[in-house]
């Protein structure tokens, strides 16, 4: 618990952004990030930073919520553009813990955890019938998960329907068709190259009608740099490496915004910013084109976005809260964003409930670098694309597919190589690259792993828990070991 006024939450989300990108963490970075250097100058960097998933809606829903996206429907993939809500109905979320502790939440951005549209038929929405009631209330959205305000789109820039929302409802009606990479409904005046100067301007909205007698969560997922590539006509052409590079700087530049919107209104001082991505960068961007050019998006680490290997889940992740994160700190021990719901409790200092973020630490004593305390975390589990799982306990990294689980592509040629081992393990402090696989060499570590794994799966949670069973209860179908027994 800290002391004093309750601090004011700016999350910031990239969309698709490598831990490479940024010149504060990658040395040979070719794409200018000034204000992101900033940010990591005035606050903590985090090296060993990761999302639950190598993709964007599992990993939006370990933010939200502090429990891994496998627990739910979604066993591989993302959703997409018409299904229905992900987060359960009545689960504690970020903004409604926030919310329950007097705190103003708003989601402005790029939303991808689905929600239920409005039906001219009774039917579930579907692009394919063309059955949604562009006029009518949407429920189970943002509003439902606690957030006060939502101004944003539903998917990405690629995905439809094309059309911007409001709290539960739509703004205009999609009366036409577009195709920015899947074709599909589309609202007449939708241009994907508004949506990042839109969120910025909303966000800043936000901010300026903020008053210092209630603190605010903002929750500002970007829709930048995941493709379709629109940098506004100020960054075209800025970067070195192309469109991708002037899609980052736009980032960057959105971050300086932020950070200049609460200075302004005094609010810079009392505010905890965090800025991360969901996952790594995409391997269909270009990459290979980019590393010709010597800038590389995952850094060192082996794999990209969609990818069970590092490259997939390892993210930048800053965060600045002056009077309580030292300026120019760096924390190298291993956090996820899951974390955020359990450490938003830790700062409030009310615990969660028995049946909330079970699988989030708190990690404010990380934060505010008090002696050598560490969460508590055990492990840690991660999901590819295809469903394919990973767990990390210290150095060790026990992976349970051939390949990377992932896409295959230029970058990537092994993704679904059938002559490939079905188990890789890996040592992390002595192979960060992933390249040497000791699956052979320690099987007990397998072993143990594997074990902790299925007890994960089994409990429901990963944090400890005085009411969790130990009863050995058989796991479900989809859960059964890939590995075997």
């Known amino acids: 618990m800290t002391e004093g006024r309750k601090p004011n939450i700016v999350y910031i989300l990239a969309d698709d952004m490598g831990y490479g990108d ?12 000034p204000c992101l250097d900033a940010l990591s100058t005035e606050g903590m960097v ?56 007097g705190y103003h ?24 019938r063309g059955n949604t009631d562009w006029t009518g209330q ?67 909205e936000f901010i300026e009608n903020q008053n210092d007698n209630t603190p605010f969560f903002l929750y500002m997922p970007l829709t930048a740099p995941h493709s379709p590539l629109v940098p506004t006509p100020p960054f075209q052409g800025k970067s070195p490496i192309g469109p991708y590079g002037d899609f980052c700087m ?28 969901d996952n790594g960068c995409a391997p269909y961007i ?36 002056p009077g309580q994160i030292k300026p120019g700190s760096v ?34 004593p990380l934060m505010q670098g008090t002696g050598d305390a560490r969460p508590e975390r055990e492990a840690m589990v991660h999901h590819s694309i295809e469903g394919n799982f990973s767990i990390r306990k210290g150095d060790w990294k026990l992976e349970l597919c051939p390949g990377s689980g992932g896409w295959t592509s230029p970058t990537n040629p092994e993704a679904k190589t059938d002559a490939l081992p079905e188990i890789q393990l890996y040592n992390l402090k002595t192979d960060i690259a992933e390249q040497i696989n000791l699956a052979d060499a320690h099987p007990q570590i397998v072993a143990e792993l594997k074990a902790l794994l299925d007890t994960y799966m ?19 179908e989809w859960e059964q070991s890939p590995i075997g027994q």
Request: glycine fraction near 10%.
């Open 286 to 321: 270009g990459v290979e084109n980019f590393e010709a050019l010597g800038h590389f998006p995952s850094y060192i680490y082996r794999g990209y976005k969609a990818d069970i290997w590092e490259g997939g889940h390892r993210i930048p992740l800053i965060m600045r809260w």
């Open 250 to 277: 736009q980032v960057d530049w959105t971050v300086g915004e932020i950070m200049n919107a609460l200075k302004k209104k005094g609010l810079e001082e009392n505010t905890l910013v965090v800025f991360t991505s």
């Open 105 to 128: 939440t708003a989601c402005i951005g790029k939303w991808h955890l689905g929600m239920d549209y409005p039906t001219t038929d009774g039917e579930p929405a579907s692009k394919v």
């Open 22 to 33: 940024l010149t504060c963490l990658n040395e040979n970075s070719r794409i200018p990030t």
């Open 331 to 364: 924390c190298d021990e291993m956090v996820n964003l899951n974390d955020l719901l359990a450490t938003c409790a830790a700062i409030i200092g009310e615990p969660l409930a028995d049946d909330a973020g079970e699988d989030s630490y708190d990690i404010l």
């Open 458 to 476: 089994r409990d429901g949670r990963s944090v400890p828990s005085e009411n969790t069973s130990s009863e050995a209860l058989p796991l479900p």
């Open 46 to 101: 985090f090296t060993d930073g990761h999302s639950c998933s190598a993709v964007c809606t599992p990993s939006r829903y370990g933010i939200l919520t502090g429990r891994y996206a496998f627990r739910t429907r979604l066993k591989h993939g993302v959703l997409n553009g018409f299904e229905p809500h992900l987060i359960e109905e009545g689960r504690e979320t970020v903004p409604s813990y926030l919310k329950r502790h």
């Open 138 to 204: 949407i429920t189970n959205g943002p509003n439902a998960c606690g957030f006060d305000r939502f101004y944003g789109i539903p998917n990405s820039l690629g995905n439809t329907p094309y059309i911007w929302i409001e709290d539960d409802r739509f703004i205009g009606t999609c009366t036409t068709t577009k195709g920015f990479e899947e074709p599909g409904p589309a609202e007449e005046d939708f241009n994907p190259y508004e949506a990042m100067p839109n969120i910025l301007e909303k966000s800043i």
